[in-house]
């Protein structure tokens, strides 16, 4: 089995008929490049940056932050690299910034929330992200966002940023794209409307199924809600996989799903572009892949997002996949 992973390192991720997909990796600090490159990543999906801000007694410097961001685009090349920007508030907690206590952290003042009203905090990264993207193949992805003025007020805070960089004779990236990441119902709702202004989706299911089921990811007692193949949560993913393709556009997916692979062929059928997991799990998927008829899961879409339940979905994909 792991001879034939090795195999296909540095093989394209192509199903049986021909159709490609992109498998990339999701990383928290530049160290983790070199797994991704070993284990034949095609790009970074998600680099989590919180873990520049967190373990420590103070903000991370707009210079620590762009020598961060530099050692990941340089180790990539011009394979591309998906940064996320501040997604605090939620499970993790800054000591130093001092948030307010929370009835309700998960439903709080969290990620893009907190950066859109700290700018102090937002604008620093921003200027070390569009710094560090002359040196390589960076896209640029806000997190949490639940309505449309949100990610134009975040991205016109991205172009003054860029602005004053180049008044202030720095070099900076051109031609980045700027996406979002799709975890709240009322975003995937309305993807048509975002796919008009984004450059990129990316599915955090993580957290879009825990908002669509109302179950807490960290709650054990109510987990058997936690249902990644509920038709509900199908149907949002088609939702947004199809407004991005109607405007020209792509659609990643970089929640815990796009590495299942039970997940991995209803995704391919729905048409999902790029799949990002954990660094490990991308030579079984590509693996899996090349077995796969996108075509032939495509049938099957109707019925499957027609279907009732989670159970109903799982029994099907697996018994026209043995
Ligand atoms: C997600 O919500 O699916 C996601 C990828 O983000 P995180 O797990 O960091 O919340
Ligand atoms: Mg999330």
Redesign the pocket.
């Known amino acids: 089995q792991k001879e034939v992973w090795a195999k296909l390192k540095d093989e394209p991720t192509i199903s049986q008929d021909g159709e490609q997909v992109e498998l990339a990796a999701n990383i928290g600090t530049p160290e983790d490049v070199t797994g991704v490159l070993n284990n034949g990543g095609e790009g970074i999906g ?1 680099y ?1 940056t919180e873990f520049l801000y967190m373990g420590k007694s103070e903000l991370p410097t707009e210079e620590e932050q762009y020598n961060a961001y530099k050692s990941v685009l340089e180790q990539m090349g011009d394979k591309p690299v998906v940064v996320r920007t501040l ?1 605090i508030g939620g499970d993790k907690e800054l000591s130093y910034l001092d948030l307010p206590k929370e009835l309700n952290p998960f439903l709080g003042f969290r990620a893009i929330r907190f950066c859109l009203e700290n700018e102090d905090v937002f604008r620093p990264q921003l200027r070390a992200l569009l710094r560090a993207g002359v040196h390589g193949n960076l896209k640029v992805m806000f ?1 949490m966002i639940a309505t449309l003025e949100e990610f134009r007020q975040a991205k016109a805070i991205l172009m003054d940023e860029k602005h004053d960089l180049k008044n202030e004779g720095l070099k900076v990236a051109e031609h980045i794209e700027v996406g979002i ?1 799709v ?1 709240i119902p009322s975003t995937a709702v309305i993807a048509k409307q975002f796919a008009k202004e984004v450059d990129f989706f990316s599915i ?5 199924i825990q908002y669509t089921m109302a179950a807490d990811r960290m709650n054990e007692r109510v987990s058997y809600l936690y249902q990644p193949y509920h038709p509900a949560i199908l149907n949002l993913v088609n939702t947004v996989i199809e407004a991005a393709h109607s405007e020209g556009k792509w659609t990643g997916m ?2 815990e799903m796009a590495g299942d692979p039970i997940a991995i062929p209803i995704l391919l059928g729905l048409g999902l572009d790029e799949f990002s997991m954990s660094s490990t799990s991308i030579l079984p998927a590509r693996t899996q892949i090349r077995d796969l008829s996108k075509e032939k899961l495509a049938s099957y879409k109707s019925k499957l997002l027609a279907m009732g339940t989670a159970e109903e979905v799982e029994e099907f994909i697996k018994e026209k996949t043995k």
């Open positions: 998600l989590r997604d997190p990441m975890e955090g299911t993580n957290d879009l970089c929640g």
